[in-house]
């Protein structure tokens, strides 16, 4: 689904949750600390060879799919998810971006391509940075602010302070403002671009140390693949920039929502103390948390991003939601008025955090997304089960106003002499129809699925007409049988979350699902449609099994009353051989 | 939150100017007595300092918006409640003074745009800051305070680099709570405050 949560992001969250579980206890806080105090540093060596050769063969995957001409995007997506090696991150980068085709003899040529056209348009648009020639205004804030562009944790390297990279930075941004003048340059930009830069010199020279290997060919290489990574990545995020204020008001909005499904005390704590969202959200919306974590551990994060496709922006909500509310802090927040909430949330106590923690923090957001879907499917599903249960609530009493109607006349044509009876009937009558008002509002409140059941019961043999001859595509009957049933376990039961296993039975069957592009609908709204189209599916499954069971009995009573009559039929003749015994004894 | 009780009165602070007046640059010198390059403010960073001014316990939150246009947008929330508006502009540029000009107009024109923000009830002072770079400098101490004057507001100027003029905090958590006095002059720290004031103002007659 082209929702939060691709298929192959899921299935890689699966994958690290279950590795996480697997090394628990050693690295992440959360978890219960047993395992370490009792197992004692024996184990703990062992886990750590574990996880050793464990990423060891992680390389050799990815050195594989590499190594292959033409290269398997999709494998590649699915493995990268999971972090990237940092020898292997740039180009799988370039290649998840899609600035690199999968066909590896033409990397070459395209890169040259790419090169030159990045150099044309900066001598189309830059022209030197010579005030004279360029929006003035523009390059002056981007010159303010290049010099301030500070990756966590390279405060006081030369790398961050060389003019060289300055200016790199200073055409990248001026170019791609100019060339998107419907966003243009604001600040808290320069982060993403420099993150780039930082990746893609990784790969010729230690970033921590002197720039003596730098040259200009390098250079030049790099300024250009940085330049079009960003602009492909910045294409996923234009739509919430385009108009800044509501962009960010609408995540941050979002956020809010997530965090009251998790954490409904945190939520309400900040609302309370007067903490809007956005007061903390803006900078994590808008250097997609490059600012939050070390760069080692924002890279991490952002291995993940670029392999979730162009959906990401809308992913990175959730992992935000998550952040959020992170255990301890969550605790800490909960205890603490405005002013220190503010201050807390602006500097994360990240600097401990390592891999996985941000394996962790994936996990969770997947959780988050979850636990939306399920109160998404429960809300569909009352939305939906409430008009059916209401409109065969309302036959029910008509019926029964039919019922009174002819009972009265019935009543007042035979019963002239017990006229005190029929005032009595009367009133009972009245009093059934005051239940049945009192009923239906009960029933808005509160809805089972197996009330459900019996409502669709009722009235199943119009609806299910209706509803299947509105639905063309071809429905996978047994698989959504199998959801059926899962669901409603899962929604009886009170299950904290749905299982994985149905979550993915959804998506299959989404991609029977033609009818609806998914592509073409916003995320949220195609959130919605899908969790529609899945319960009304249901819906008709349950119709279709509730009627073949009405058939059975059917059946079964027919069955049972020829039985009776053959049986009727067979003792007849019985008395009447007796009679003739009789008779003939007689 | 036995910590809400530490204080008698609490004061919002906001900050306004273009970027790299130095606005940051004088919050942390005055909270964290610290001067460094570091990266643009993106978002309202947030600081608070607690203060004894005349035997009155103020905490002042002190709200540094990012001097990007955009985030000038989300302004409602920034200015809600400020009792104190420091408008600081670069004494070497002059556009960043006439941003300052500019920004007082409109705002004090379109007040009602923002909740609670009413020109009556603040304090507003103009920075000059970058006072070590005087060599440059492209605004006169003279035509800052005949814009001050004419608005009725103070001037002063600053050098976080140097740690000079921090003076700024104090004097306008005076005026912050004179303006206090005015408006509430029933509540309890009105009347600690005009009693702390008029026996520090009977002492100094006296000596």
Redesign the interface.
């Given at each position: 689904m082209a929702l939060a949560f691709p298929p192959h992001a899921i299935q890689a969250i699966l994958e690290i949750e279950s590795n996480l579980y697997n090394y628990r206890g050693s690295f992440i806080p959360g978890f219960s600390k047993e395992e370490l105090t009792t197992g004692g540093t024996s184990s703990f060596v062992i886990k750590e060879q574990k996880l050793e050769s464990k990423s060891k063969s992680r390389y050799g995957q990815f050195k594989f799919l590499l190594s292959q001409d033409v290269i398997n995007i999709d494998s590649l997506r699915y493995l990268s998810w999971g972090g990237i090696p940092v020898e292997q991150r740039p180009l799988v980068w370039k290649l998840l971006l899609n600035y690199l085709p999968k066909e590896k003899n033409l990397h070459n040529k395209i890169l040259f391509e790419k090169k030159n056209q990045y150099k044309q348009l900066v001598t189309q648009f830059y022209r030197n940075g010579d005030l004279q020639n360029v929006d003035k205004t523009l390059l002056n804030q981007i010159r303010l602010d290049v010099p301030r562009t500070v990756p966590k944790g390279f405060s006081s390297t030369k790398l961050i302070q060389s003019t060289i990279l300055h200016k790199i930075l200073e055409r990248i941004l001026y170019v791609w403002s100019i060339t998107n003048p419907k966003i243009s340059y604001f600040q808290g930009l320069n982060d993403i671009p420099a993150q780039f830069l930082l990746v893609f010199l990784s790969q010729y020279i230690n970033l921590y140390g002197d720039l003596n290997d730098l040259n200009n060919d390098i250079l030049e290489k790099v300024e250009a693949d940085t330049f079009w990574c960003f602009s492909l990545l910045m294409n996923n995020l234009k739509n919430r920039f385009i108009d800044f204020h509501d962009g960010i008001q609408k995540m941050s909005i979002k956020l809010e929502r997530l965090v009251k499904l998790k954490d409904l005390h945190l939520s309400d704590h900040l609302t309370n103390e007067g903490c809007d969202f956005i007061l903390f959200s803006i900078r994590w919306m808008i250097c997609l948390l490059a600012r939050e974590f070390d760069y080692a551990l924002s890279t991490r994060l952002w291995d993940s991003y670029i392999a979730h496709g162009p959906n990401f922006g809308y992913f990175h909500i959730y992992v935000c939601a998550a952040l959020l509310t992170t255990k301890e802090w969550a605790t800490y927040i909960k205890e603490k008025e405005f002013s220190d909430i503010i201050v807390f949330l602006q500097h994360l106590p990240t600097d401990n955090w390592n891999i996985y923690h941000i394996d962790y923090l994936l996990v969770r957001a997947h959780k988050i997304f979850l636990l939306e879907m399920k109160s998404m499917v429960q809300e569909s599903f009352q939305n939906i089960t409430d008009q059916f249960k209401l409109k065969s609530l309302k036959e029910q009493q008509e019926q029964k106003e039919l019922e009174e109607f002819v009972n009265n006349i019935n009543n007042s044509n035979n019963n002239n002499n017990n006229n005190s009876n029929s005032n009595n009937n009367n009133n009972n009558n009245n009093n059934n129809s005051e239940s049945l008002d009192d009923k239906i509002k009960d029933i808005q409140s509160q809805m089972k699925i197996k009330n459900n059941q019996l409502s669709v019961n009722t009235n199943d043999d119009k609806k299910q007409k209706t509803t299947t001859t509105t639905t063309p595509q071809p429905i996978q009957l047994e698989q959504l049988k199998e959801i059926h049933q899962e669901l409603l376990v899962s929604t009886l039961s009170n299950k904290e979350i749905i299982s994985p296993v149905v979550m993915e039975k959804i998506i299959e069957l989404v991609t029977f699902n033609n009818e609806i592009n998914l592509l073409n609908i916003q995320p949220d709204d195609a959130d919605k449609e899908l969790v529609k189209q899945v319960t009304t599916h249901l819906i008709i499954v349950m119709g279709t099994l509730l009627l073949v069971s009405v058939v059975l009995i059917i059946v079964i009573i027919s069955t049972s009353l020829t039985i009776l009559a053959l049986q009727d039929k067979l003792t007849l003749p019985k008395e009447d051989d007796n009679q003739s015994d009789d008779d003939e004894l007689d | 939150?036995s910590?809400?009780k530490s204080y008698d009165i609490l004061f919002k602070i906001v900050f306004v100017g273009l970027?790299?007046v130095g606005k940051s640059a004088i919050v942390s010198r005055y909270v964290d007595n610290m001067f460094s390059?570091?990266?643009?403010?993106?978002?309202?960073?947030?600081?608070?300092r607690n203060v004894v001014v005349d035997n009155i316990k103020v905490?002042l939150?002190i709200w540094d918006q990012?001097?990007?246009d955009?985030?000038m947008?989300?302004g409602n929330?920034f200015y809600r409640n400020a009792k104190g508006v420091f408008m600081v502009f670069d004494i070497c540029k002059r556009d960043s003074f006439e941003y300052c000009q500019s920004w007082f107009d409109t705002t004090t024109r379109s007040v009602n745009k923002y909740n609670g923000f009413k020109p009556e009830k603040c304090v507003y002072y103009l920075i000059g800051n970058k006072t070590d770079l005087a060599l440059d400098r492209q605004v006169t101490i003279e035509e800052a305070e005949q814009f001050s004057k004419s608005n009725n507001i103070k001037y002063l100027e600053t050098s976080a680099k140097e740690a000079t003029g921090l003076i700024l905090f104090e004097s306008i958590t005076r005026d912050m709570l004179l303006k206090h006095t005015e408006m509430e002059p029933t509540s309890s720290i009105s009347l600690m405050y005009s009693k702390s004031n008029s026996t520090a103002s009977y002492l100094s007659t006296c000596c």
């Open positions: - | 939150m910590d809400s970027s790299k390059m570091r990266n643009q403010t993106i978002h309202p960073e947030f600081h608070v905490s939150q990012g001097g990007c955009r985030y947008n989300l929330l």
